[in-house]
């Protein structure tokens, strides 16, 4: 489900008469687009996105873009592509076919059907898998983590489709090779994983078992992204339009904005590319190594109630928010450091029952200190990044964003520092 939120823009430029979206609003119209509501602009908070022409009222239609104008697997299969991908074995994934389309469209430049669109695509990609191994080491440990995951994906998928690719060399002129290298696959994998809705489409033989769900959806995609107001977006079967409707008011000349979910910025970061300023669904993620440094390794009963947690779901997605620690990461904690005469209330723990005095502030004190240990980790990485920035001029961006990222967690962390005080002081 996207959210919706309207905003006034802190300043703006109109890109309407720039040529790329002169050229792009022609294509979109012979294919039974004619939007005049909404118009691309540049802001100095978002970057790129789309300005109201009018004001909408609930319950309105924001956006209908016909299925003619959508880059689906039926767009590619009803290409040059189709053949090969029919006739492949074992069958290729749905995100892989719409990967080649990508890349051989852009490479076919002016030849394309589909330059309108291709030439508003962005270039380049933020997500942790285009970003420099210098860049990466200065995340916070889980989505550094996933970032080396991410690569890992995509290497393999590249590593893994060359046969493939090899079979399209009666489509080029040029070695194969060369059209489907690895930064091309890169790069039409960030297009896809960072601008695709959902669109769920059924089964095909020619295709791997792999959920078929991916739909680029030009004009649309250049909608920013923020967490607000609801609206509802899919794909309509009556009219055959994906469709986006308000559920709220929305002043004329303001930026629209969809909302990819309620995300943290370590998710965004991760899938977007990006990170929300003010997020209220950012958070500070604790891993286990973290959680347990505090804990006396003496315990004899440590690995008992770490097999307790393990069986409950309680060592994963721990963390600190912007209203203290978690539910989650508090409860780990009191049972981690209940005493051996308190051990057999511990399903008392798991149901948020008080144990002891002695308890609630042992894990408090435990519970702040690991929040003093990672606020000092993020000051230590804020100050590497200040000089980075200094030193590798061409980074500039990569560490931008990651800075931006960092200064959110710390923000979080001293808030949480705040409330685990005043919780101290409630109960001593």
């Known amino acids: 489900m996207f959210r919706w939120l309207i905003i006034l823009p802190l300043y703006l430029v109109n890109q309407s008469h720039k040529l790329e979206y002169i050229q792009l609003k022609k294509w979109l119209k012979e294919r039974g687009f004619d939007d005049s509501n909404l118009r691309p602009a540049q802001f100095s908070g978002t970057g790129r996105g789309l300005i109201t022409t009018k004001a909408f009222q609930a319950g309105e239609l924001i956006i209908s873009l016909p299925e003619k104008c959508l880059l689906t697997t039926g767009t590619v299969l009803s ?11 074992p069958p290729i994934s749905p995100l892989l076919a719409l990967c080649a389309f990508l890349i051989a469209e852009k490479y076919a430049g002016e030849q394309s059907v589909w330059k309108p669109y291709l030439d508003v695509l962005p270039r380049t990609y933020t997500c942790p898998v285009c970003l420099e191994q210098e860049v990466v080491r200065l995340l916070p440990e889980p989505v550094r983590r996933k970032a080396h995951e991410q690569r890992t994906v995509v290497q393999e998928l590249y590593t893994s489709s060359k046969t493939f690719f090899s079979s399209l060399q009666s489509l080029f002129t040029e070695d194969v090779e060369t059209v489907f290298n690895y930064d091309a696959l890169q790069w039409a994998w960030c297009t896809i994983n960072t601008r695709t809705v959902y669109m769920k489409r059924s089964q095909r033989e020619c295709f791997s078992r792999e959920p078929d769900v991916y739909a680029l959806v030009p004009y649309l995609d250049l909608l920013n992204h923020s967490p607000n107001v609801q609206v509802k977006a899919a794909f309509n079967e009556q009219t055959r339009c994906y469709e986006i409707w308000t559920d709220s008011h929305c002043r004329r000349h303001e930026e629209l904005f969809i909302c990819y979910g309620p995300h943290d910025n370590q998710r965004l970061l991760l899938e977007y590319g990006f990170v929300a300023i003010n997020n209220p669904h950012s958070a500070v993620y604790v891993s286990t190594d973290i959680l347990l440094t505090p804990i006396f390794p003496a315990d004899k009963q440590r690995n008992m109630k770490l097999s307790i947690l393990k069986d409950h779901d309680l060592l994963e997605n721990l963390t600190f928010g912007r209203d203290g620690p978690s539910w989650r990461l508090l409860t780990a904690l009191k049972l981690l450091c209940l005493e051996a005469d308190e051990f057999t209330y511990w399903k008392k723990v798991l149901l948020g029952d ?10 408090l004190t435990i519970a702040a200190k690991i929040c003093f240990s990672l606020t000092e980790e993020t000051q230590h990485v804020l100050h590497e990044i200040s000089q980075m920035k200094k030193d590798k001029v061409n980074l500039e961006n990569q560490l931008a964003l990651v800075e931006a990222l960092r200064l959110e967690d710390l923000t979080i962390l001293q808030t949480s520092a705040d409330i685990l005080h005043d919780l101290h002081a409630a109960i001593t």
């Open 79 to 89: 290409s040059y592509l189709g053949e090969y991908i029919a006739k492949w074995k």
């Open 354 to 363: 008080t144990i002891s005095a002695r308890n609630e502030e042992r894990s």
